[in-house]
């Protein structure tokens, strides 16, 4: 069995409160983008991980797809399993492909080995593995709250548009920009901000990371205005970074300027 865990972007990300759990709240609208891994669960006598693509940080069997095969294991009689990997969306890159890669391992064990999990139950697995994980259960654009892990409906949909993404060769550790950022309360809701047309976005719907990243990394800067100057309608950096992202409402004719980074585009 096979799938294809794809990455998310933040529109808007407005870091509002540090809460007494060490975890700060939120306001974000989680959007999923096609940038995509590829996992593989093969039948084995012995429970195993092993990928191919980019290289990932820490010991295999501390992976998060084996975390989440191994909480769903304390719940539930599975056999073991070898679980394959092929990473292709950036690490560090504020595109959650991480959380995204245990979701998805969660949703292939429930169908896999007819678990019977409903959406409520997998969203609750995954909490337990990271803050943005449980958007990837449902993996449908939605407006976050609180650790990012509780969602709201918003009617808003950006098909029709393109985006690119650009990964500027630099990995940020998510827990290092926490630490670095100054909880503020918004003058507005985001998902007010959200509702008004994406020609106002530019002025209004900011990401709370980039004023604390900016001035250390000053590529994110600088390839956020190239979006702009590509005629991105908006760009962003996406959760704590380091990829920016540009919206466009045609596919933009010259990248060339980003050939030095990791770089996909698509339609929203
Ligand atoms: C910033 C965001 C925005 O969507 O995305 P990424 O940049 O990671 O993609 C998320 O909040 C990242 O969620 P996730 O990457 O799952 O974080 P976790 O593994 O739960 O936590 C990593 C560390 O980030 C900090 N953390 C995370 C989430 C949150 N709401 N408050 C926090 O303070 C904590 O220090 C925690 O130890
Ligand atoms: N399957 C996985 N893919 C990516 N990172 C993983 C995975 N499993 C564990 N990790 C760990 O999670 C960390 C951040 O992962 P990622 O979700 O890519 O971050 P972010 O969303 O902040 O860009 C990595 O440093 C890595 O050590």
Known sequence: MVTFPN????????????????FHNLQSCFYPVGWSDA??????????????????????????CVK??????RDFDMPPVHIHLQKNVPIGAGLGGGSADAAFTLRLLNDRFALSLSVDQLENYARQLGSDCAFFVQNRPVYCIEKGDVFREIDLSLSGYYIVLVYPNLAISTAEAYARIRPQQPEHPLADLLLQPITTWRNTVHNNFEASLFPTYPVLASVKEQLYEAGAVYASMSGSGSTL?????APPADLNQFAQYRVWQGKL
Not at 7 to 22: H, S, V
Not at 245 to 249: A, N, Q, V
């Open 7 to 22: 990455a998310k972007i933040n529109l808007g990300l407005l870091i509002t409160e540090k809460r007494p759990d060490g």
């Open 39 to 64: 996992l593989e669960l093969i039948p084995a006598s012995e429970t195993a991980f092993s990928s191919t693509g980019l290289p990932i940080p820490g010991e295999p069997m501390q992976n998060l």
């Open 68 to 73: 989440a095969y191994d909480l769903l294991r």
């Open 245 to 249: 992202y540009g919206i466009f409402d």
